[in-house]
């Protein structure tokens, strides 16, 4: 009677495989060449996103309770943009023209959108009302200042490398890349290029290894061909030394 051996799961064999592995060390990279590497750290912001309270929209800023009539003339006093914020109060009667993503100034707690409004010199009428925190965007709505937003072992995205400036992050620790030698083994096999024998077949799978191990964020280290003798494959293996893995393919 032939006793069948028991097959391991696919969870169980890459448990055997990677039972011996320890974590690659870390080095430091600046944040344009993070893209598609390994965060070592947790990482967490070193500012509040937006840092001010800022309008979502254009219009005016004014005090919430100046709207309590469906229709209310009020004075600008000033101008708010992005970057240029108006440095003055706004007071009962007044309204500040504002801009997407300009700060809002103090003593506002609304913004009515210019669809609503009409003006003549430096009189605004307001059509309708607006209650308190109208498109207005609070600090650090987005984040705030110490919150961590990526884990260490993230494979960094476009949209991760978006968030790290925001959270004003210039320099970052991320896992060294793997140095991975491969060698094709077999007296079959030749290089793309050169003569065939009849009984010969042009050597693909290193190459296929080589561009996996690259997309993956490694470092691909072709060893080249090694015949099909003890001698040749210890001679070419010496390569490996100094490299986290060997992949041999063939024999």
Not at 80 to 94: C, L, M, Q, R, Y
Not at 168 to 182: A, C, D, E, G, Y
């Amino acid at each position: 009677m032939i006793e069948h051996s028991q097959m391991l799961s696919v969870a169980d064999a890459i448990e055997r495989v990677t039972d011996g592995f320890s974590l690659i060390g870390s080095e430091q990279v600046s944040l344009s060449d993070a893209l598609g590497r390994v965060l070592a750290e947790d990482l967490k912001s070193r500012r509040d996103q937006p840092p001010v309270a800022v309008s979502s929209m254009d219009g005016y800023a004014v005090k919430a309770q100046d709207l309590a009539n469906e229709t209310v003339s009020l004075m600008q006093v000033g101008v708010s943009k992005a970057g240029d914020g108006f440095n003055g109060p706004v007071k009962i009667g007044e309204c500040v023209r504002i801009f997407t993503g300009a700060p809002i100034p103090e003593g506002a707690d609304a913004v009515v959108i210019q669809e609503v409004t009409s003006q003549d010199g430096d009189r605004v009428t307001i059509h309708e009302s607006a209650i308190k925190g109208a498109n207005i965007r609070s600090a650090g709505i987005d984040f705030h200042f110490g919150k961590i937003l990526l884990r260490a072992g993230k494979i960094l995205t476009g949209r991760d490398i978006g968030l790290l400036a925001s959270m004003n992050i210039t320099w970052l620790q991320v896992r060294r890349r793997p140095r991975i030698s491969f060698v094709a083994t077999g007296d079959e096999i030749v290089m793309p290029g050169d003569p065939l024998a009849k009984d010969q077949i042009v050597s693909s799978n290193s190459f296929a290894v080589g561009a996996l191990v690259r997309v993956l964020g490694g470092i691909p280290i072709d060893l080249g061909i090694a015949q099909d003798t003890e001698e040749s494959l210890r001679s070419i293996i010496v390569g490996a030394s100094g490299t986290d893995a060997l992949v041999t393919i063939g024999g």
